[in-house]
């Protein structure tokens, strides 16, 4: 399974420490040049984020092509678009995003999106976490990731740690 990821599943995974789930759960992660681009930015210049690293895994693949369908969607970042376009052009499985727009987009491109929640509700399934509720909880207060709470708490009761 090929996975093109955008900036913000895999930059909040690192800072976690959970970012080697992603080459477990999927063959490849591809990464286009914006999003390394955009990590390494703010892995310099935010403080929750200072001195993370891309992870060696991680393929970075060379911008693709913009289709006019995908530049006439509105509120993406550049991050979001060259993510879609990758995925576009080489057929991959899903896209790893969790922007609303983002992922709106990927929806209407046909494309799966998966967020850093879903990832870690795959991990749970095939044992590579005992529980997710704890990862949630640092993905809050480390990263300053926001999840709504009803997202969780369904991932929760769907993980049997209700």
């Known amino acids: 399974m090929i996975v093109v990821a955008d900036t913000s599943v895999i930059l909040n995974l690192c800072c976690?420490?959970?970012a080697d789930l992603l080459p477990l759960l999927f063959q490849q992660v591809w990464i286009p040049e914006?999003?390394?681009v955009e990590f390494e930015r703010l892995?310099?210049?935010q403080p929750r984020f200072q001195g993370l690293l891309m992870p060696g895994w991680a393929s970075i693949r060379p911008s693709a092509p913009i289709p006019a369908k995908l530049a006439a969607m509105p509120n993406l970042h550049t991050g979001e678009t060259a993510a879609?376009?990758?995925?576009l052009e080489s057929h991959a499985d899903a896209v790893l995003m969790d922007e609303t727009a983002g992922r709106h987009a990927a929806h209407l491109l046909g494309l799966p999106a998966i967020g850093v929640l879903g990832v870690l509700m795959q991990a749970r399934k095939t044992g590579l976490l005992p529980a997710i509720k704890p990862v949630i909880q640092r993905l809050e207060a480390d990263a300053g990731f926001w999840l709504a709470p009803q997202l969780v708490?369904?991932?929760l009761r769907k993980c049997g740690e209700t």
């Open 153 to 155: 708490t369904e991932a």
């Open 84 to 87: 879609l376009a990758l995925a």
């Open 16 to 18: 976690v420490g959970q």
């Open 34 to 36: 914006e999003v390394k």
């Open 43 to 45: 892995s310099r210049h």
